[in-house]
C-alpha cells in the first residue's frame, strides 16, 4: 500500500472518533472561538465522509490556517506556552482532517493525536486523566494498526487485539525508563504558567465570612501518615497563618517580628508524622501545634509559622515532628512582642471595650480575664453557623451585642479583640482542625471544610496558651466535626455529612488510589529514586549509573521481545498448514506468480486463478481451505491432511 492509497472508510470514521477523543478534555481550555472551529472542522470532515464528496481547496484551508494562527497570537499575544502552544496544535490537528486523502496524511494525523493527548498531562495528572489517556492510546493504535493492515470492518475486534498486545508489550520498557531515567527536581510536567489564579485554601487575610465560605469545599487541603496512632481529634489544630494586625474589620498576618525563636518547652511525648500538601501558592506549610522540626527548604518564624522558601505550586511532602503538650514562650515577653499583642485601632467597637473593661475591672488577673470572657460567650446565646448575617462597618460590636451568630473567624476575632482592651496580650491562629480518617489508606485527610481559627494569649508563667472560644460556644465542632455543629438546614461539604457513608467509603478508596498514585508515580523525585535504587545495590547512585543501568535494561527488555517474536515466528513455520500454504506459494512463484507481500491469500488466489485458469479449480480449492483452516475457529485434523494432499499434488 503507497502513502496516496484511499483510505478505508471505517478507518477514517475510527480516526476521527479517537481525534474527538484526544481532543475533547482541551474543550475547558480553548478559547470558545476556536473550540466553535475546530468543531465545525470536525463535523465538516464527518459530512463529506459520509456523502463521498470532495475535501475542500488547499487555498481555502490555507486562508483558515492563516486567520487561525493571527486570533490565536492576538489572543495569548504569543504562539508559545502551553496555553497558546496547545490552542494551535488543536486548530491545525482538525485543518489536516480536512486534507487527509492517503495513507501518508492519516499516519500524521494519528502521530498528532498523540502528541496532543500527551498534552493533557500539561493541565491534569490525576489518576483519572491517565486512565482516560491510556484507553484513548489503545483507541489509536487500533486505527493504527487497521491503516496498515487494511483491516475491513470486521476486524476491528482483532485490531484492538492487536494494538492491546503491542501496548501490554510496552509495560516492561515503561517501567525500566520509568524507574531508572535520571530525575531532575522540577517535576516532569511543570511548565512556566501563564498565572496562579487557581489558587484555593487560606490566605493571610482574615474578615467575617472568610473561612465559612472555604468551609463549603471538599478539596483536599493536605493528607496526613502518623507513624503511631493519630492523636485525639481535639488536639488536632494544624497551625497556619498567625495574624496580629487588626484594623477594625479584617486581620492580617504581616511580617514577622525579628529575633530568634522563641523557647518551646516539651512537656509531654513528640508526635511524628509526614505530610503531603496540595499547592495552594502561598509560602506557609501546616503542621500540628507545636512543630518541632524545620523542613528543608523552610524556615520558622518567631510565632511559629513554618514558611517554605517558594510558594508551594507543586505538591510537597515533608516530614514533621510536633509536641501537643509544651509551654510556648513561658519566660517574658519582650516590650515590641506585647505592644504588637495589644495593638488595637482606635475608635473601633466602643461597647466591645467597654465590656473588656468591666470584665478587667472585675478580673484578678490576666487568667481571670481570659476565664471570664470565656463564660461571657457561654453564657450569652451565641449561636455557630455557616450562615451568620451580614456585619457593617463596626463588626467586632455588632457580632457581640446584635447578632450573635458567626462562623470560627467570628468567635476567634471578638475574642482576641476583648482580650487585648482588656490588657491581655492576643494573636490570632488559623489553619485547620480535625480531619478524616481514612481507613483505606490508613491516613488522615485534611480538607478545606476543615479551616479553623482560634487564638493565643500570653499569660505569665504559662507562656502563649491556645484558646478557641469555638469549642465554649460549640463543642461538637471541635470532637465531631462541622456537619455535626452546625444546623441540618446549613449547607456543608457533601463529604461531611455521615448519611452518605456507603458514598464516603467508595471515595475512601478513590482517595487511597489517587494518594498512591501521588506519593510513587507524580512523587518520585530524585530523593525517593536514589532511595529506592538504594535498595536494590546501587548506593550513592549517579546520573552517569543511572544511564548505565537504563542503557543495559532497556537493551535486555529488547532482546527479551525480539526472542519471543523469533519463537513466535518459529512456531508459525512449525504450522502444517502455513508449511502446506507456503509451500503452495513456491510452486506458482516458480511459474511467476509470486505473492505480493501485501497480498492476502484470497486475493492471492483469486489473480491465479485468472491468471491461470487450466488449474482455476484446484487453486481455488486450496485458496478456500486454507484460509478456512487458518482464520476459522477450527481446524480439523481432516482437513488439514486434506490440504497437504492437494498441495502435495498440485502441478501448474
Known sequence: MTAGT???IFSVYSLLFAVLLAAAPHALHVPKWVLLLATTLWLWRVYLLHRDLRLPNRWLLSLFTIAGSVGIFFHYRSLFGRDAGVTLLVLMLALKLMEMRGRRDAIMVIFLSYLLLITH?????????????????????MTMVGFQQRAPREAWKAALRTSGLL?????????????FFPRVQTPLWSLPQEGFAGSTGLSDTMAPGSLSNLSLSDAVAFRVRFEDEPPNRALLYWR??????????AWRGGSALGGPTPALVATGDPVRYTITVEPHQQNWLFALDQPALTPEASRITPDFQILHAKPLRDRKRYEMMSYLSYLLEPGALAPEERDRGLQLPPAVAPRARALAARIRAEAANDEDVLLRTLDYFATRPFFYTLSPPLLGDDPVDEFLFQTQRGFCEHFASA?????????????VLTGYHGGSLNPVGDYLIVRQADAHAWAEVWLAGRGWVRVDPTATVSPQRLAEGLAAAVPADDPVPFLAREDVAWLRQALYRWDA?????????????????????????????????????LL????????????????????QRDDPV????????????????????????????????????QVATDVQTIGELYVRLRYGRTAPAEDVTRLKSLVAAFRI
Not at 497556619?240 to 474589620?249: E, I, T
Not at 482576641?416 to 482588656?422: D, G, N, P
Not at 530524585?526 to 529506592?532: D, T, V
Open 6 to 8: 484511499p483510505l478505508q
Open 121 to 141: 498531562f500539561l493541565y491534569s495528572q490525576t489518576v483519572a486523566t491517565a486512565a482516560y489517556m491510556l484507553a484513548v492510546v489503545w483507541l489509536i493504535t
Open 167 to 179: 501496548l501490554t508489550q510496552a509495560v516492561p520498557l515503561m517501567l525500566v525508563m520509568f524507574l
Open 240 to 249: 497556619g497563618p498567625v495574624l496580629w494586625d487588626f484594623d477594625g474589620k
Open 415 to 427: 475574642f482576641v479583640f476583648l482580650m487585648r482592651a482588656a490588657g491581655v496580650p492576643a494573636r
Open 513 to 549: 488510589l489517587a494518594n498512591a498514585w501521588n506519593q510513587w508515580v507524580l512523587g518520585y523525585n530524585p530523593e525517593r529514586q536514589r532511595s529506592i535504587l538504594a535498595r536494590v545495590g546501587f548506593d550513592d547512585a549517579t546520573w552517569r549509573t543511572m544511564a548505565m543501568v
Open 552 to 571: 543495559v535494561l532497556s537493551g535486555l527488555v529488547l532482546v527479551a521481545l525480539t526472542a519471543l517474536l523469533f519463537l513466535n515466528l518459529r512456531a
Open 578 to 613: 502455513q508449511r502446506a500454504w507456503l509451500r503452495f506459494c513456491e510452486k506458482l512463484a516458480r511459474r511467476g506468480a509470486a505473492r505480493h507481500p501485501s497480498e492476502g491469500p484470497v486475493d492471492y488466489w483469486q489473480r491465479v486463478a485468472r491468471d491461470f485458469p
